[in-house]
């Protein structure tokens, strides 16, 4: 069991009626052994973008899209139309999506967390949030409740909601069994894959940009020696080491007498836009009257309609990639359902993590930095990146036990659900210490129910998301057929404030899937009620919200800027700091207090520089004009976040300034060299490391590398010297403690460097 799970001490109940799941509402025949559990999570996909979907939007109209498999997997069981993504972009929906939770519970708001905040740009009124750029380790996981159930875990391929770049956390530290993400380093399992087998890191061109661009670099021939080959077992398919993987992996374990969970995160139809399959790629220029590519640059208008051969053929692979682990289970014997094929006892899902990109820049060639279109989610609005239905609705498709083949479902549901669903599906009760935002929706996958209902049987007709990120920044709440979205960026976006839709008409019928016609003005009564909803569940969730913008330029500033407190003074003592703000009756009162640290400020921490810093959040208390936090053990920077009553932010230290209107240089985070750097972050880890060396003696470890470390540091803190030995005591003081077998070397504010793996 990994710390976390101890830690928490889930409640877990597996009843067993001979040898199989327990009985309850939308639960599996007890007869057979638990379901395996299969979902394969693609990158961007669009709504439409399966050949099925398009054709039930278009009254049976055939689309230039060829997906054959995940038109099979729908005949097989059963497709949603109303199925969402917990968020518009990958990695808070990934993250809420393995937690069960809705994005402000989790923390991971954005793509681009953990940096310091600051305006989009100058005449910006809002700023961002600070938000996490990880799941906090201690968050249960859907990975965790089934390991407790008795599964054998597996995620392959795309992560990202773990930190940055290599390093901790990854797939294992949350519970997988086994991991491999050839973009983070993660794997476990020398015998399905073999880290000098370079090889298999190539799949296909995604995440491996085609040398030196889009048209050259093709694969050729069956030379299993060149980094990127033909599948000696598909006569004219690029060999994909993803799918190899998945298939070694399922036909390991499946012998080992025990269901399994496989989390096949493809990294399909992400950009880079490019095919290693000239064969595709010849097919959909054809297919799609555009000349095949003789330079990398522009291949596809911005018109609109599905007119990128390059994303075609990418969606044809992806397409190919869900054939071959579906023909796997239905072709490969049960070994604990004698007589049976794998997918006989084998729920398989294919959805997205957020709606299809629409436009993208084009990365080389003559058109460089221009953009092209990607997909087209039409009838919906927007796409990727987005709150309106083109980037948060997606394609869901499950098979399964029970499922009616070929039924359609308008039920909506979140992919937060699922967390819930698979532990129906595992014969798993669970406490209330889940905390789970999301609804067991098995009943609904197996035509049992109509309606999504709460543990209590409460219908549920409302769900949340809080995106407040950017130029996008909105929430948004959607009850029965209505949605309400909230924006804070108007100035940025030119949306208006408040936008009300009517997507669904009261029989379920589509009515204004566009979000053509804001309704605020004339439904003045709903929009108070939805509004009023969408605040209380805002405020429940303690949601991050966007800061007031005291420093806007240009255009009508926010009331209350000029009563906005300066910072005054700001001090510490051994390893408390305390920062004092302007107070006074011309001044606003500063209500909230957060300490944003780093660990990793020094560019030798860094090894190199190799990677800029990532921030956390510790909480920092307010009273009256004075702010004061505790230093994280080896923080190296900090800064105070202060809110005021108004919601402007104040910052103790200055923030990195921005490169111009329109600039999105937010999304870096530069050194602070001033403020609160290294000396209260040493003292507290010196406090940290002496609680290990007790721990250490009682559990009889040796303690002399931890002794000459603590001396070490004690002598750096005594007078102020240069970051450089200030950097190497941190470095030496922090590997001392995670060398031994103590509580303390497990913490996470010790292995959250991105060089440094635990």
Same mark, same amino acid.
């Given at each position: 069991?990994?710390?976390?799970?101890?830690?928490?001490?889930?409640?877990?109940?597996?009843?067993?009626?001979?040898?199989?799941?327990?009985?309850?509402?939308?639960?599996?025949?007890?007869?057979?052994?638990?379901?395996?559990?299969?979902?394969?999570?693609?990158?961007?996909?669009?709504?439409?973008?399966?050949?099925?979907?398009?054709?039930?939007? $278009?009254?049976?109209?055939?689309?230039?899209?060829?997906?054959?498999?995940?038109?099979?997997?729908?005949?097989?069981?059963?497709?949603?139309?109303?199925?969402?993504?917990?968020?518009?972009?990958?990695?808070?929906?990934?993250?809420?999506?393995?937690?069960?939770?809705?994005?402000? $519970?989790?923390?991971?708001?954005?793509?681009?967390?953990?940096?310091?905040?600051?305006?989009?740009?100058?005449? $910006?009124?809002?700023?961002?949030?600070?938000?996490?750029?990880?799941?906090?380790?201690?968050?249960?996981?859907?990975?965790?409740?089934?390991?407790?159930?008795?599964?054998?875990?597996?995620?392959?391929?795309?992560?990202?909601?773990?930190?940055?770049?290599?390093?901790?956390?990854?797939?294992?530290?949350?519970?997988?069994?086994?991991?491999?993400?050839?973009?983070?380093? $993660?794997?476990?399992?020398?015998?399905?894959?073999?880290?000098?087998?370079?090889?298999?890191?190539?799949?296909?061109?995604?995440?491996?940009?085609?040398?030196?661009?889009?048209?050259?670099?093709?694969?050729?021939?069956?030379?299993?020696?060149?980094?990127?080959?033909?599948?000696?077992?598909?006569?004219?398919?690029?060999?994909?080491?993803?799918?190899?993987?998945?298939?070694?992996?399922?036909?390991?374990?499946?012998?080992?007498?025990?269901?399994?969970?496989?989390?096949?995160?493809?990294?399909?139809?992400?950009?880079?836009?490019?095919?290693?399959?000239?064969?595709?790629?010849?097919?959909?220029?054809?297919?799609?009257?555009?000349?095949?590519?003789?330079?990398?640059?522009?291949?596809?208008?911005?018109?609109?309609?599905?007119?990128?051969?390059?994303?075609?053929?990418?969606?044809?692979?992806?397409?190919?990639?869900?054939?071959?682990?579906?023909?796997?289970?239905?072709?490969?014997?049960?070994?604990?359902?004698?007589?049976?094929?794998?997918?006989?006892?084998?729920?398989?899902?294919?959805?997205?993590?957020?709606?299809?990109?629409?436009?993208?820049?084009?990365?080389?060639?003559?058109?460089?930095?221009?953009?092209?279109?990607?997909?087209?989610?039409?009838?919906?609005?927007?796409?990727?990146?987005?709150?309106?239905?083109?980037?948060?609705?997606?394609?869901?498709?499950?098979?399964?036990?029970?499922?009616?083949?070929?039924?359609?479902?308008?039920?909506?549901?979140?992919?937060?659900?699922?967390?819930?669903?698979?532990?129906?599906?595992?014969?798993?009760?669970?406490?209330?210490?889940?905390?789970?935002?999301?609804?067991?929706?098995?009943?609904?996958?197996?035509?049992?129910?109509?309606?999504?209902?709460?543990?209590?049987?409460?219908?549920?007709?409302?769900?949340?998301?809080?995106?407040?990120?950017?130029?996008?920044?909105?929430?948004?709440?959607?009850?029965?057929?209505?949605?309400?979205?909230?924006?804070?960026?108007?100035?940025?976006?030119?949306?208006?404030?408040?936008?009300?839709?009517?997507?669904?008409?009261?029989?379920?019928?589509?009515?204004?899937?566009? &979000?053509?016609?804001?309704?605020?003005?004339?439904?003045?009564?709903?929009?108070?009620?939805?509004?009023? &909803?969408?605040?209380?569940?805002?405020?429940?969730?303690?949601?991050?919200?966007?800061?007031?913008?005291?420093?806007?330029?240009?255009?009508?500033?926010?009331?209350?800027?000029?009563?906005?407190?300066?910072?005054?003074?700001?001090?510490?003592?051994?390893?408390?700091?305390?920062?004092?703000?302007?107070?006074?009756?011309?001044?606003?009162?500063?209500?909230?207090?957060?300490?944003?640290?780093?660990?990793?400020?020094?560019?030798?921490?860094?090894?190199?520089?190799?990677?800029?810093?990532?921030?956390?959040?510790?909480?920092?208390?307010?009273?009256?004009?004075?702010?004061?936090?505790?230093?994280?053990?080896?923080?190296?920077?900090?800064?105070?976040?202060?809110?005021?009553?108004?919601?402007?932010?104040?910052?103790?230290?200055?923030?990195?300034?921005?490169?111009?209107?329109?600039?999105?240089?937010?999304?870096?985070?530069?050194?602070?060299?001033?403020?609160?750097?290294?000396?209260?972050?040493?003292?507290?880890?010196?406090?940290?490391?002496?609680?290990?060396? &007790?721990?250490?003696?009682?559990?009889?470890?040796?303690?002399?590398?931890?002794?000459?470390?603590?001396?070490?540091?004690?002598?750096?803190?005594?007078?102020?010297?240069?970051?450089?030995?200030?950097?190497?005591?941190?470095?030496?003081?922090?590997?001392?403690?995670?060398?031994?077998?103590?509580?303390?070397?497990?913490?996470?504010?010790?292995?959250?460097?991105?060089?440094?793996?635990?």
């Amino acid at each position: 069991m990994n710390m976390k799970t101890e830690k928490l001490t889930l409640t877990l109940t597996c009843v067993l009626a001979a040898g199989a799941p327990m009985m309850v509402a939308g639960q599996p025949d007890t007869r057979v052994p638990k379901p395996n559990i299969v979902h394969i999570l693609t990158d961007d996909l669009g709504w439409q973008d399966i050949a099925c979907y398009y054709r039930a939007m $278009h009254g049976g109209e055939e689309s230039l899209y060829e997906t054959p498999h995940m038109d099979r997997l729908a005949a097989k069981g059963r497709r949603f139309m109303q199925a969402y993504s917990p968020a518009p972009t990958c990695a808070p929906s990934r993250a809420a999506y393995m937690a069960g939770q809705y994005t402000p $519970h989790t923390g991971v708001l954005s793509v681009m967390g953990g940096r310091l905040t600051r305006p989009y740009h100058g005449r $910006h009124a809002y700023i961002d949030p600070f938000y996490s750029c990880r799941l906090d380790i201690d968050t249960p996981i859907i990975a965790d409740v089934l390991k407790e159930a008795g599964y054998t875990t597996a995620h392959i391929s795309k992560w990202h909601f773990g930190g940055r770049g290599e390093g901790f956390p990854g797939p294992l530290d949350y519970g997988f069994d086994f991991s491999w993400d050839a973009r983070d380093g $993660h794997y476990n399992d020398p015998d399905l894959y073999d880290p000098s087998d370079k090889k298999t890191a190539n799949f296909n061109g995604v995440y491996h940009p085609m040398s030196p661009d889009r048209i050259t670099g093709f694969a050729a021939s069956y030379d299993q020696s060149q980094p990127y080959a033909l599948d000696p077992n598909d006569d004219d398919r690029p060999f994909d080491a993803v799918v190899d993987l998945s298939l070694r992996w399922m036909g390991k374990v499946k012998d080992q007498g025990k269901p399994f969970f496989m989390n096949f995160c493809t990294k399909f139809v992400h950009s880079p836009f490019s095919t290693r399959d000239r064969k595709r790629l010849e097919h959909y220029c054809k297919k799609m009257g555009v000349p095949f590519p003789t330079d990398p640059g522009r291949i596809a208008s911005m018109e609109p309609g599905f007119r990128n051969p390059y994303y075609a053929a990418m969606l044809d692979t992806l397409d190919w990639q869900v054939g071959k682990i579906l023909t796997y289970l239905e072709t490969t014997d049960d070994p604990r359902n004698p007589g049976h094929k794998l997918i006989d006892n084998t729920y398989i899902m294919v959805s997205s993590d957020n709606g299809g990109l629409e436009f993208a820049p084009i990365a080389r060639g003559k058109d460089k930095g221009q953009r092209e279109r990607i997909t087209d989610n039409t009838p919906l609005n927007g796409g990727k990146h987005k709150l309106f239905e083109g980037g948060i609705h997606i394609p869901f498709i499950i098979a399964g036990p029970g499922i009616e083949q070929g039924s359609v479902c308008d039920t909506p549901i979140n992919l937060i659900d699922l967390f819930p669903t698979y532990m129906a599906m595992a014969g798993v009760e669970t406490k209330t210490e889940l905390d789970l935002d999301g609804c067991n929706v098995l009943p609904v996958f197996l035509g049992k129910e109509s309606d999504v209902t709460f543990a209590d049987g409460t219908v549920r007709d409302t769900l949340f998301w809080h995106f407040p990120s950017a130029t996008t920044s909105s929430s948004i709440i959607r009850k029965g057929g209505w949605k309400l979205r909230i924006n804070y960026a108007p100035e940025l976006n030119g949306l208006s404030p408040m936008m009300l839709y009517k997507l669904y008409n009261d029989d379920g019928s589509a009515c204004d899937l566009g &979000e053509a016609n804001n309704l605020v003005e004339s439904h003045p009564e709903k929009t108070n009620a939805m509004l009023a &909803e969408l605040q209380e569940w805002l405020v429940k969730n303690d949601a991050a919200m966007p800061y007031k913008n005291a420093q806007q330029v240009g255009g009508a500033r926010l009331p209350g800027a000029d009563r906005v407190p300066a910072v005054l003074e700001r001090q510490s003592a051994g390893n408390r700091l305390e920062v004092l703000v302007e107070t006074g009756a011309d001044k606003s009162k500063v209500v909230e207090a957060k300490l944003i640290y780093t660990t990793n400020g020094s560019k030798l921490l860094l090894d190199g520089g190799r990677a800029k810093e990532e921030w956390f959040e510790a909480p920092a208390e307010i009273s009256g004009g004075t702010a004061t936090a505790i230093a994280p053990p080896g923080m190296t920077h900090g800064v105070f976040y202060l809110r005021d009553e108004n919601g402007f932010l104040i910052t103790s230290e200055p923030l990195p300034s921005i490169a111009g209107p329109g600039s999105n240089k937010n999304a870096g985070s530069t050194l602070i060299e001033d403020g609160y750097a290294f000396r209260p972050g040493l003292l507290s880890l010196i406090d940290l490391a002496i609680s290990a060396r &007790e721990n250490a003696h009682k559990a009889g470890l040796d303690t002399g590398r931890l002794n000459q470390a603590i001396q070490s540091a004690k002598a750096v803190v005594k007078t102020p010297v240069e970051e450089k030995s200030y950097a190497l005591a941190l470095r030496a003081l922090r590997n001392a403690i995670k060398s031994l077998d103590v509580p303390e070397a497990k913490l996470p504010v010790l292995n959250r460097f991105v060089t440094e793996k635990w």
